[in-house]
């Protein structure tokens, strides 16, 4: 550690002054203080410090105008000179050099470093003795301006290993900030993939939403459509007394309530169906076609099974059903997308089938299909209390 070595520190910040003071202090410097360039040459003259410190920005005189003159007295040039600076360019270097100061600092100034640097400078000195006399100088012209370097070799040394270390410090400082600044993109990255996947999610999740309200929306309409069927056919059946325009009737009611066609059909001797009513798009179409319920018939209606089985039939995507294999096309070309056969009974025995087609995929669900069936059952009472009226 130093020896009580003196160190006048010009500087006019005072909060910065203070903080130099202190860290020169905890080393075992002494240090005299000049807040300007004209009152630190008074201090020097007075004092003969052995190291000044200053600031390039001064009040008065700047730094480098200081140092030129401190070294341009005889009795004064050998005390060391460090500048210190908030902003560093090529030419802060000349202009130190060409003013004769000894090293250079970078604000803010690291302790260690500035001690360092100045025991470096002190150590020098005592082995070498007093800077070699004067040489006429060498100039440089560097951004349009001259500058004259008549400091000495060792003076060029300290100042060129200053600037060096400065630059190693600064290499570290920029290592270590793209280093922070690589975790932060990485952490940002991950932000963004994390965000993006909630967000995918969120989509998802809303069209999953959206699907459902769709479905709901559908189904309720379907089943709203098939309840004001049924209470209209309900009408239609207590005035009926005719089997043919009953069923005529009922074939136009569910058409207007909605669906794309509807017939009812009867069973005949040989396995073909009779068409006895029916309502929709293009009426009479089912007139021109070869119907029948056999299995094993090619002409056997999607609804044939119904003859067979008892049971309704249902169809919630035509395209996609195996029983429509040979009217899928037909059935497109004619706007049918989803389809029900259901049966008409009398004491459990089939004796008819009531076909509905809708223009809409994925009509029929369980719900619309429960409300029809229910027709399918008022239709058949309806048929058979008509059959047991008295002839006119």
């Given amino acids: 550690m130093p020896s009580g070595d003196e160190v006048l520190l010009v500087e006019e910040d005072a909060a910065h002054a203070a903080l130099l003071t202190e860290m020169l202090e905890g080393h075992g410097f002494r240090v005299a203080l000049a807040p300007g360039g004209a009152e630190a040459l008074k201090n020097i003259s007075a004092r003969e410090p052995r190291v000044v410190l200053s600031s390039v920005s001064l009040p008065d005189i700047d730094g480098y105008e200081l140092c030129r ?104 400082d920029l290592i270590t900030a793209q280093a922070k600044l690589r975790l932060v993109n990485e952490r940002l990255e991950e932000m963004v993939r994390e965000r993006t996947a909630e967000l995918m999610e969120e989509i998802r999740m809303r069209n999953v939403l959206g699907r459902r309200l769709r479905e709901s929306h559908e189904a309720l309409k379907g089943a709203n459509r098939a309840l004001k069927i049924l209470r209209a056919c309900d009408k239609a059946r207590v005035n009926a007394t005719d089997e043919v325009r009953f069923l005529h009737n009922i074939c136009r009611i ?21 068409p006895v009513a029916q309502a929709g798009y293009e009426d009479g179409s089912l007139d021109a076609m070869r119907l029948t319920w056999a299995e094993d018939d090619p002409g056997s209606i999607p609804g044939g099974a119904v003859f067979r089985t008892g049971e309704p039939l249902r169809a919630r995507d035509i395209r996609e059903n195996p029983s429509y294999s040979g009217w899928s096309e037909e059935a497109r070309r004619r706007g049918y997308s989803s389809s029900l056969a259901l049966p008409l009974k009398k004491e459990g025995k089939v004796f008819g089938v009531l076909s509905i087609y809708a223009s809409e995929r994925e009509a029929f669900d369980d719900e619309e299909a429960s409300f029809l069936q229910e027709l399918a059952e008022d239709i058949a009472y309806g048929i058979n209390t008509i059959r047991f009226l008295p002839k006119k």
């Fill in 69 to 172: 003159r401190i070294k341009n007295k005889k009795e004064l040039k050998n005390i060391p000179v460090l500048l210190f600076a908030g902003l560093s360019d090529p030419g802060d270097i000349l202009k130190s050099l060409d003013c004769g100061a000894d090293n250079f600092f970078l604000r803010p100034i690291d302790r260690k470093d500035l001690v360092t640097r100045i025991e470096f400078i002190l150590s020098n000195l005592r082995l070498h003795g007093v800077n070699s006399p004067p040489h006429s100088g060498v100039e440089i012209f560097f951004e349009d301006k001259k500058y004259v370097i008549t400091s000495e070799r060792q003076q060029i040394l300290n100042l060129l290993i200053s600037v060096y270390r400065m630059a190693v410090e600064k290499n570290r």
């Fill in 254 to 274: 569910i058409v207007d309530g909605g669906y794309r066609l509807a017939w009812v059909g009867y069973p005949e001797e040989g396995g073909t169906v009779l």
